[in-house]
């Protein structure tokens, strides 16, 4: 089940997300974790990055990569 964006969303407070999700995945917090493996069993297993991150905030609210996301935003 995909979360919908908020209405006043903007890209920057989605990076937060992603940021905050990365930290809490480097510190190997479980819902995190689960998080990054419902997406991507393999992602954030060894050294996870913020491109990771991102892609996983952008699958979570039902865009298939960042890239799109950030393109409803015009960017």
């Known amino acids: 089940m995909y ?5 006043d ?3 920057n407070s989605i990076k937060r997300e992603a940021r905050d999700l990365l930290h809490a995945v480097r510190r190997r917090d479980a819902a995190a974790f689960g ?18 991150a991102l892609y996983i ?3 979570e609210y ?3 990569s960042w ?3 950030k393109e409803c935003f015009g960017s």
């Open 67 to 69: 890239q799109k996301l």
């Open 62 to 64: 039902g865009y298939s």
């Open 35 to 52: 998080r990054f493996q419902s997406y991507d069993p393999l992602a954030g297993l060894l050294a996870p990055r913020i491109d990771d």
């Open 3 to 7: 979360r919908r964006l908020p209405f």
């Open 57 to 59: 905030v952008a699958r």
């Open 9 to 11: 969303a903007h890209l």
